[in-house]
RNA sequence: UGCCCGAUAGUAUAAAGGUAGUACAACGGUUUUUGGUACCGUCUGUCUAGGUUCGAAUCCUGGUCGGGCAACCA
């Protein structure tokens, strides 16, 4: 029972410097950058960030790392705020880096009063060129010897909007020839006459990433700071820029980011993804964001367990969407509602079923839990819609379904057996002719028959319409971004194919109503999948989009 | 030519010097009124060469391979 599941190395950091009593409590931070959607991989960082805080004792800030006005909108603000929420979790505070303009600015003035920092003239190529490169040491700025007091006030001026913007920077007074290509006099401030979300016109100079991300992290006490392994380099200065200015020692550790096959997640392709209409918004079903996840039909849980399973490492990794698709069904699977509904339909008639009889048959909500959840009405009559394939003129030996003399059950009705079939002019069968067996009835079957398959079916005369929209993975590549080319190319021409007029069985007609009165209401649409009502539905046209579909070992059987 | 990070089954992740395990995937079977679910089983792994040790995935050294590092982005 004592089944203790290891810690991943940075719980365990957490857990060692807690038991040396370094902290009392932890205190982590989420920190996104309000310039676009948060993706599957910020899940990643966002259970392992508010975790650790709830399996420790501690908690967790959400801050916004808004230090550059001309990307960072409002509206990412509120989706972002809204994911995290959606997942699950709860921030302490809702902070902003933004929030700490006036102190970073002191901070500024106190590294040029130590004679840490300078006020630099140089272009962006110069800089460049002065820079050096991994195996040439940089050489000083012309401007990096000026007095303290030049310093203040040249900086002063940058703040009060008397330079242009890239005219000056203030930059910290390191050393050229450092091995590390990030403690050569790196920028601290830069000028920027740019309106920006929070703080308006207030300022012309904004904080570089640095100066704003480990002090942001000191004033807050975060304890364990934790990012991805891109900044690596990045702590040194990190740790150097905490000690000069002498405030609390917040710790930086790096983990690598999850990558997921056939997707990206990089903001800048996402966003070109929206902007070219590759995809209806950040929220189409296809995308990898939160928001297009949630439309899609998952759920927090399983993005949560999935976050939980892949772990945390620093290894470079491409984890499988297959996972992804296991945890969504195992979270449906238990509380989807099963469903009957007919996407490529083909008409079935039962000869020796009587003209105009109906019946209502019950069906059970989810076999999986018990009481079933509850049952609903089912009509049953002599047409049936059923799938297209689940006929076949010739089916090969181990097909379970219909063919010429083969016999099927109707789930939740009757056993039938295919007699004939009826074709068109241009060969395709338009009709399938059945003799049902009247003791073969679900639940008081009698009949003493055996058959392999179920099939579902839809009652023509009962049938109600809807839009049915089948997603798949948006890329044929399993890594678009490493492909010859533009990723681009790479899309998925059927990764959503449209069905306008599926057939679906009247309780449907429900759906938005059941929504509403549970907004977690999912279907399974029996053998096709699970599915959710889309937002774009309207009283007329009912939108459903599949989430996954069900695994399918037929589909791989018949592919020998 | 430099510096930093990494390397365990197809994928991801455990094993803090002592039986290489788990999940997904794949494959086979049982059950089944969903070719779903559930259950059972099978397959495949410590990058390499040395060293330390009674014993190495783990520690040390060299190599190989992969990734990162020269935005007034974060």
């Known amino acids: 029972m004592s089944e203790e599941k290891s810690l991943n190395f940075i719980e365990e950091i957490v857990e060692n410097d ?35 805080t709830q399996k420790f004792n501690g908690y967790t800030n959400l801050r916004f790392d808004d230090t550059n006005p001309v990307t960072e909108e409002t509206i990412y603000v509120d989706s972002i705020k809204k994911d995290i929420a959606w997942l699950g979790f709860q921030w302490k505070n809702e902070l902003y880096a933004s929030d700490y303009f006036d102190l970073l600015y002191s901070y500024a003035v106190k590294l040029i009063e130590k004679g840490l920092a300078y006020v630099d003239e140089l272009g962006s190529e110069e800089m460049a060129k002065l820079k050096g490169t991994h195996t040439e040491p940089g050489k000083d700025s012309p401007f990096r010897n000026r007095s303290v007091a030049e310093n203040l006030d040249l900086f002063e001026r940058m703040k009060n909007g008397e330079f242009p913007d890239g005219s000056r920077t203030l930059r910290a007074k390191i050393d050229m020839t450092h091995v590390n290509m990030l403690m050569r006099d790196p920028i601290l401030y830069r000028i920027k006459h740019a309106k920006h979300h929070r703080t308006g016109n207030k300022w012309c100079v904004y904080p570089m990433y640095d100066f704003a991300h480990g002090q942001s992290d000191a004033i807050e006490h975060v304890t364990h700071s934790v990012c991805t392994l891109e900044f690596i380099p990045h702590r040194e200065l990190y740790n150097w820029l905490i000690a000069q200015l002498e405030i609390y020692p917040s710790h930086q550790y790096e983990f690598a980011r999850r990558n997921v096959n056939y997707t990206v997640t990089s903001k800048r392709k996402l966003l070109q993804l929206v902007n070219e209409k590759f995809v209806s918004g950040w929220d189409d079903p296809r995308m990898p964001t939160i928001s297009g996840l949630r439309r899609r039909g998952f759920t927090p849980s399983s993005i949560r367990n999935f976050c939980e399973r892949i772990g945390i490492a620093k290894r470079e990794n491409l984890i499988e969407y297959s996972l992804l698709e296991f945890f969504i069904r195992e979270d449906l699977n238990r509380t989807s509602w099963r469903r009957m509904a007919v996407l490529d339909p083909i008409k079935m008639i039962i000869t020796n079923y009587p003209e105009g009889q109906k019946e209502m048959l019950p069906g059970e909500n989810n076999p999986e839990v018990e009481g079933h959840d509850g049952e609903r009405q089912i009509p049953f009559s002599r047409e049936l819609w059923i799938e297209r394939d689940d006929f076949m003129e010739e089916p090969p030996k181990k097909f379970f379904r219909l063919g010429p003399g083969l016999m099927s059950r109707l789930k939740s009705a009757y056993i039938v057996r295919c007699d004939d079939f009826v074709k068109d002019a241009n060969g395709n069968v338009t009709e399938i002719h059945c003799t049902y067996f009247p003791d073969s009835k679900s639940g008081e079957d009698t009949s003493g028959l055996k058959v392999k398959g179920t099939m579902h079916w839809v009652s023509v005369p009962h049938a109600k319409t809807a839009e049915v929209r089948l997603y798949d993975r948006l890329f044929t590549s399993e890594e678009p971004d490493r492909e010859e080319g533009d990723f681009k190319d790479y899309i998925n021409p059927e990764s959503l194919v449209v069905v306008k007029n599926a057939f679906i069985e009247s309780d449907l007609a429900n759906a938005s109503k059941q929504l509403e009165e549970n907004p977690d209401r999912r279907y399974q649409f029996i053998r096709k999948g699970y599915f959710c009502l889309d937002a774009d539905s309207t009283p007329e046209n009912l939108v459903f989009n599949r989430t996954v579909t069900l695994k399918d070992t037929w589909a791989k059987e018949s592919q020998k």
């Open 18 to 52: 807690l038991k040396a009593g370094k902290y009392d409590q932890i205190v982590t931070r989420f920190p996104p950058e309000p310039n676009g959607f948060l993706h599957i991989g910020h899940a990643s960082s966002i259970c392992l960030n508010f975790g650790l």
